[in-house]
């Protein structure tokens, strides 16, 4: 028994607030630059830092991205033809 209580972790605010506390209440995503900065209010589920709207924009699959490329190309391509 003593030796449970040696190898049991010691319990301190920072520890009880990373294993059992959500890191943030709303997105951490910016909008505007220098000192005109706000965050997103949106909130974000338990371990994320970013609102789901936020997070469909920074995590792309890789089906999106080509596809994504391949309109952007086609795009460019119309520009050209157009000047």
Same mark, same amino acid.
């Given at each position: 028994? !003593?030796? !449970?209580?040696?190898?049991? #972790? +010691? ?5 009880? &607030? *990373?294993?059992? /506390?959500? *890191?943030?209440? %709303?997105?951490?995503? &910016? ?11 949106? +909130?974000?589920? +338990?371990? /994320?830092?970013?609102?789901?709207? %936020?997070?469909? =924009? ?6 999106? #991205?080509?596809?994504?490329?391949? #309109? &952007?190309?086609? &795009?460019?391509?119309?520009? !050209? =033809?157009?000047?």
């Amino acid at each position: 028994m !003593d030796r !449970d209580k040696k190898l049991a #972790r +010691p319990q301190n605010d920072a520890t009880e &607030l *990373a294993e059992n /506390k959500q *890191a943030f209440s %709303h997105c951490q995503w &910016l909008y505007g630059e220098g000192s005109n900065r706000e965050f997103c209010v949106n +909130p974000v589920e +338990p371990g /994320k830092v970013w609102c789901r709207k %936020h997070m469909e =924009i920074v995590y792309v699959s890789a089906f999106q #991205r080509q596809k994504n490329e391949k #309109r &952007l190309e086609s &795009l460019s391509k119309v520009q !050209d =033809i157009g000047e």
